[in-house]
């Protein structure tokens, strides 16, 4: 199809509308066409068509002009003396008047015919939806579908929309820690993903602990053993003769195989369970302060797409206070100044809406790149957690079974020990703790505007 080239600034994800083109900055595309409202329709080199804003894209030469719907000429002859009638790119009636440069949408329910430049004017049509650098235009539709707390968009609690768990059933970390809470002291918010963080290095802090409790017990069989080596080269007694010399004598020989089986039952808690328990994982604290600071990272860009979104909404209000004072001016004296102060400011208001709508595209993509580092990293700290657990049940089932094997013990006193080695769960585990620590199931959306 034939029609003007432009090239594309900024990248855009086509969320924004029902019918929105993707592209990635640098591609061209035709434009199909280029009506009233800061959208236009246009077509890649693949194929693809759709609609996307204007001030995303760099003309390469002037475009055609807008051509009329079906049926427009027709409509257009009803419309007061200087109104045109256009479809903006969501389906909604669209009216430009072309003596005051004034736009609006189509007010539900009231015939065309009976509209007049006064129907026409937006701030009389506070509730329709419009452009961003359209006058007046309200901020009443976000304000009740999304909430931004600590700069992250959720859905409004009066309207909240049914978002199925990433991981139903599964308690998954990834499902539960979206939100800020305060921290004990209720000074300090923290994240949940410091929250999910505390927990890891707690962990490590805990398997480190239960090494150096097994070292603890290594010591005492290695001074154990070296008694009982002690002990059994004793003179005491050795002079006794006949059979009881010789039952004395083995006595004292069983203490020196007493110790030489204390030796190796330390030798292997060393090699078999206190040494897999401090090597398990070395760089792991090294590791989640790098993944700790990414997410952080995210997040200040979060924070610093936010504070740009803010910026831009509150240069558009004061955009369209300029154009509604200059057509308040206009209404009560014609002039040809008049006319140029309205058509230069229109044309900073919509440039202030295109600019609130880039802004509101960078934070949205921002936030899906922290939502996807936040899902993947979660994911990951959940298998670290199960391989963590799951290592450390099967060292101490290590300790057990050498028990087992040094037969000089009561074995009685680990078989308990035995039992609740077979029940550990990590998914149970898991359960009960996000049920205690959980921050918040509402996963972010998109800022709408």
């Not at 080695?421 to 620590?437: M, S």
């Given at each position: 199809?034939?029609?003007s ?15 929105g083109?993707?592209?990635a900055?640098?591609?061209?595309i ?7 409202g ?21 003309l ?7 051509t ?16 045109q ?26 015939p065309?015919?009976?509209l007049?430049s006064a ?16 006058p ?29 768990l ?9 499902d539960?820690?979206?939100a800020d809470?305060?921290d004990?002291?209720?000074n300090?918010?923290?994240?949940g993903f ?19 409790f097994?070292?603890?017990r290594?010591?005492?069989e290695?001074e154990?053993a070296?008694?009982?080596s002690?002990?059994?080269q ?5 002079q ?9 004598a083995?006595?004292?020989?069983s203490?020196a195989?007493e ?5 190796k039952f ?5 090699s ?7 090597n ?23 924070a610093s797409?936010?504070a ?9 209000t ?7 004072m200059?057509?308040?001016q ?10 140029e ?11 202030a809406?295109?600019?609130l ?17 936040m ?13 963590r657990v799951e ?5 101490l089932?290590?300790?057990t079974q ?7 013990f009561?074995q ?5 020990v035995?039992q ?23 996963r ?6």
């Amino acid at each position: 199809m034939s029609g003007s080239r432009c090239q594309t600034l900024y990248p855009f994800s086509g969320e924004r509308h029902r019918q929105g083109l993707r592209f990635a900055a640098g591609e061209l595309i035709t434009v199909l066409q280029v009506p009233d409202g800061g959208w236009w329709e246009g077509q890649k080199e693949d194929g693809l068509r759709g609609w996307f804003p204007a001030s995303y894209v760099q003309l390469l030469e002037k475009p055609r002009k807008a051509t009329p719907q079906p049926g427009e000429d027709t409509l257009n002859s009803h419309l007061p003396p200087g109104w045109q009638s256009y479809m903006s790119p969501q389906g909604r009636r669209y009216y430009v008047n072309t003596f005051t440069n004034v736009n609006g949408y189509h007010i539900s329910g009231t015939p065309v015919h009976q509209l007049d430049s006064a129907h026409m004017n937006l701030r009389k049509a506070s509730g329709d939806p419009q452009t961003p650098g359209s006058p007046a235009a309200p901020r009443r539709q976000s304000k009740e579908s999304s909430l931004t707390i600590n700069c992250v968009t959720f859905p409004h609690p009066d309207i909240m929309p049914e978002q199925q768990l990433l991981k139903p059933s599964e308690w998954s970390y990834c499902d539960y820690f979206w939100a800020d809470k305060k921290d004990s002291q209720g000074n300090n918010t923290v994240s949940g993903f410091e929250i999910l963080l505390q927990k890891q290095l707690k962990g490590k802090q805990m398997q480190k602990e239960m090494a150096e409790f097994v070292r603890e017990r290594i010591k005492i069989e290695e001074e154990y053993a070296k008694n009982l080596s002690k002990l059994s080269q004793n003179s005491l007694a050795a002079q006794e003769e006949g059979t009881l010399g010789e039952a004395w004598a083995q006595l004292k020989k069983s203490l020196a195989d007493e110790a030489e089986v204390h030796l190796k039952f330390s030798s292997k808690l060393q090699s078999e369970v206190e040494k897999p328990l401090l090597n398990f994982r070395e760089n792991f604290k090294k590791d989640m302060k790098k993944c700790d600071h990414h997410i952080a990272d995210l997040r200040k860009q979060l924070a610093s797409r936010y504070a740009a979104v803010e910026k831009a909404r509150k240069a558009l209000t004061e955009r369209q206070k300029d154009l509604e004072m200059k057509t308040q001016q206009l209404e009560v004296k014609l002039s040809n100044k008049t006319e140029e102060e309205i058509k230069k400011a229109r044309r900073k208001s919509t440039q202030a809406g295109d600019d609130l709508m880039r802004c509101v595209d960078l934070y949205n993509q921002a936030q899906s790149k922290w939502f996807e580092e936040m899902v993947t990293t979660t994911l990951e700290l959940e298998r670290l957690e199960v391989e963590r657990v799951e290592m450390i049940r099967q060292h101490l089932c290590q300790y057990t079974q050498l028990r087992h094997e040094t037969d000089m013990f009561n074995q009685s006193t680990v078989e308990l020990v035995d039992q609740l080695l077979r029940k550990v769960d990590p998914a149970k585990d898991r359960e009960l703790w996000v049920k205690e620590h959980k921050t918040g199931d509402i996963r972010p959306v998109d800022m709408e505007i």
